[in-house]
């Protein structure tokens, strides 16, 4: 990982409506996007997944992590990208997200992982009706994050 960046307000303190979230940026096609890190629990290499025959299309596979089989889930296909093989930059985001009332952990696939930084709301930006593959009721908000834009999901609506 590297070392953590913070966007600053410009006073001392950020405005009681602002939202700072500590998150892990990832690649996903052209797209970046920041999860948060309260939900990750681990980044690992990719490893072998079995299909699972009338699957969810974006939760294809069940993966093995230290011996628990969790689904593992490929947010290309949840957005109607193409999906895309491995590389030498893929990895698998372990999160833990609640769904239902209900912990549930699972993989998610990353084209690359960046670092562990900070956003803030402050630097929102509409989310375009048009133009995106995004579901508006995927997303939290959108930010910039070193000059890029930066698509903050809702998870549990994402994958739930």
Do not use: Y
Not at 14 to 23: F, G, Y
Request: with cysteine; proline share 8%.
């Amino acid at each position: 990982m590297q070392q953590i960046q913070t966007c600053e307000p410009a006073g001392n303190q950020p405005p009681a409506s602002e939202i700072r979230l500590q998150v892990l940026m990832v690649g996903l096609g052209n797209e970046i996007l920041a999860i948060e890190t309260d939900m990750v629990r681990e980044i690992i290499d990719p490893v072998p997944a079995t299909r699972v025959a009338g699957a969810r299309t974006f939760l294809p596979a069940l993966i093995n992590v230290r011996g628990n089989v969790i689904p593992l889930a490929d947010l290309r296909l949840r957005f109607g990208m193409p999906a895309a093989p491995a590389t030498a930059d893929t990895r698998i985001v372990v999160v833990e997200i609640e769904i239902d009332g209900d912990p549930v952990t699972l993989g998610i696939l990353a084209d690359k992982v960046f670092e562990v930084t900070e956003v803030s709301s402050r630097h929102t930006q509409q989310t375009p009706r048009l133009g995106s593959q995004w579901r508006p009721e995927f997303i939290r908000f959108i930010t910039k994050w070193n000059d890029e834009f930066v698509i903050i999901p809702d998870m549990a609506r994402t994958l739930g």
